[in-house]
């Protein structure tokens, strides 16, 4: 059997029908095989880069295994933004590309190539990979392809590369007698277990907990036991960037989004929590601020990860870190909890809840602080549709911020956008592969600032051409905004390389919508009131583009400021309103 119909149908036997990539001299191999393999597709992009991030819309939007291919050289490292991506957001994925034959392959001479084409890839991306091989021997695809399935969602998901030559692609295997993987039983530390006896005294004697719920949440799948935790030993939820759709935002135990960027509210609530329960997140400076001597520093840190290294090598002192599956996590805490069959009262705690979600509103923040607000109503007016989306996907910059607060993200429906690597580009490919996981059965809407969607054009005719459920939105305010707004407070609103007077020019989208063969409409300051035709744009089943046109600066507020506690972000509020929220006592400017 050919090694690359070997590779096809092990794929298909996986239950994945969807292949992404863009074919090449040292692919084409693989590319045969699976066009001759019924019951998979291989959708050919238009950029490798839109094949690395739709993988990751197809692994985060079904239970399967995103699969991307590249040739050699230049298609490989094309690839390289959504590996590290994947990487950083814990995504698992499998990306195979191709290489030249073993025969013209350098290995360890110390010359800069050998073979048209030939790159190192593996060495690339090994620092952003958990695992990258050269497979040069045929006797050996099936162990390398059994190894990569199960490193790519053990522990902390991720990407995985295999690199095959061109001589192997077409080698001839017998599948009777290769060799194959057996992974090792995960030894699970006990000492964890024995740490739940200690949360659950911190939880039983706490008058003011909080959950923050990251990503892991989401990757673990354990939406619905955080829910029935939260809700039974009475526990107001906040989420990370990357936890924003892991609890139902509609639901009273709803707090909001926290950190740099984060509902002003939520934020004070966080700082004025005496017990933190981190679950599934990094607790990065994003989410803390850069003073770390301040954060919850009259209260208790749980923080439970699956990854032992983000917990050992972290530069914030935390009083239980305990390693687990966030799955895992709730059940054995809620186990225990109930043999004390414990009763919770914190009225007093909701009250206070209640009355900063007043007080400190996302709505009331932005009619306060925001000049420019077209964008956030427009925003605001998604929530209310009658047919919602099922899944939003989200760029970087403003349109990310902006989405971020705004969008409030119920039960079965998804929040998609990027943590760690954060690149623009993200949002319209990422659709692409979330519809295909769906079989093109829901509405996904992508949101992108005029520079990201300018990034990922390319990845437009792929909506087009499979007529995928997609509306792509727009917010065009003809600027790069959120290194504007960086440069105004931080440069001397020395605006370089950002605004149309400074080098930075824009498209006119409508012409790119048709050369796609996409509908278009534009949204401005007259039409954002007029329902109806709102109503009609974002209802109808067609693909199309939808521009937000802005002729004003946009900002997103509130902003937390370096070197400033998490409950002190811009602009700051009065004094006397500051310091009546409190439950502890505020920093003084020495200590900041």
């Given amino acids: ?186 030894q699970k530390d006990n000492n964890e277990k024995e740490k739940l006896e200690s949360i659950k005294k911190l939880i039983s004697q706490s008058p003011r907990p909080v959950i923050l719920a990251g990503g892991g949440v989401i990757s673990s799948k354990a939406e619905k036991e955080l829910l029935s935790f939260s809700e039974k030993y009475q526990i107001p ?10 609890f139902p935002e509609d639901h009273n135990f709803f707090v909001g989004y926290i950190g740099s960027y984060g509902h002003r509210c939520a934020n004070m609530v966080l700082a004025n929590s005496d017990l933190l329960i981190a679950v599934g997140t990094r607790l990065s400076t994003r989410q803390t601020g850069t003073l770390l001597s301040s954060f919850l520093r009259d209260g208790k840190i749980i923080h439970v990860d699956i990854d032992k290294n983000e917990l050992t090598q972290h530069r914030l002192k935390r009083d239980i870190q305990i390693q687990m599956d966030a799955k895992d996590f709730f059940v054995q805490l809620t186990q225990k909890l109930n043999e004390n069959k414990i009763e919770m009262n914190r009225n007093s705690w909701f009250d206070y809840i209640n009355k900063i979600r007043n007080e400190l509103s996302h709505e009331k923040e932005i009619e306060k602080n925001v000049h420019n607000q077209l964008p956030y109503q427009l925003l605001s007016y998604l929530n209310q549709l009658k047919n919602p989306f099922d899944i939003y996907t989200v760029d970087i910059g403003h349109n990310q911020i902006m989405s971020v607060q705004t969008l ?44 990201g969607f300018h990034i990922s054009i390319q990845a437009l005719m792929l909506i087009s051409q499979y007529k995928l459920p997609i509306k792509t939105l727009v917010i065009n305010n003809k600027s790069l905004g959120m290194i504007v707004q960086f440069q105004d407070l931080y440069f001397d609103k020395k605006e370089y390389a950002t605004t149309q007077e400074n080098d930075y020019l824009v498209p006119d989208f409508e012409k790119i919508s048709s050369a796609y063969n996409l509908n278009y409409y534009s949204i401005d300051k007259k039409t954002i009131h007029n329902l109806e035709y709102l109503d009609k744009i974002f209802n109808e089943k067609a693909p199309a583009i939808i521009e937000l046109v802005l002729d004003e600066k946009t900002t997103v507020s509130p902003k937390l400021e370096v070197n400033n506690p998490i409950e002190e972000t811009s602009p700051k509020l009065d004094k006397n309103q500051f310091e009546s929220l409190m439950f502890i006592k505020p920093l003084k400017k020495e200590e900041k």
């Fill in 1 to 186: 059997m050919k090694v690359s119909d070997y590779i096809s149908n092990y794929i298909k036997k996986q239950g994945i029908d969807y292949v992404f990539g863009y074919i090449g001299g040292a692919i084409t191999h693989l590319v045969d095989s699976f066009y001759k393999t019924d019951g998979i597709e291989f959708i050919q992009v238009y950029h490798e880069q839109t094949a690395s991030f739709a993988v990751e819309g197809f692994s985060r939007n079904s239970d399967k295994i995103g699969i991307a291919l590249a040739t050699s050289g230049p298609g490989a490292t094309n690839l390289i933004t959504g590996i590290a991506d994947a990487y950083f957001d814990s995504i698992p994925t499998i990306f195979i590309t191709g290489q030249v034959n073993t025969y013209e392959y350098k290995y360890t001479k110390t010359i800069r190539q050998q073979g048209f084409q030939e790159t190192d890839i593996v060495s690339i991306v090994s620092p952003i990979t958990k695992y990258a091989k050269l497979i040069d021997h045929s006797e050996d695809i099936a162990y390398e392809l059994e190894k990569a399935f199960y490193l790519a969602k053990e522990g902390r998901p991720g990407p995985i590369l295999l690199d095959i030559p061109m001589d192997v692609q077409r080698a001839e295997i017998d599948p009777d007698i290769i060799k194959h993987f057996s992974p090792e039983p995960v």
């Fill in 237 to 246: 939820v906040v989420t990370s960037l990357m936890g924003k759709g892991s």
């Fill in 408 to 451: 409030t993200i119920k039960e079965n429906q998804k929040f998609f956008t990027s943590g760690g690597m954060a690149p623009m580009g993200y949002a319209v490919p990422v659709a692409i592969g979330a519809s295909f996981a769906w079989n093109h059965q829901k509405k996904i809407l992508a949101i992108a600032g005029d520079g």
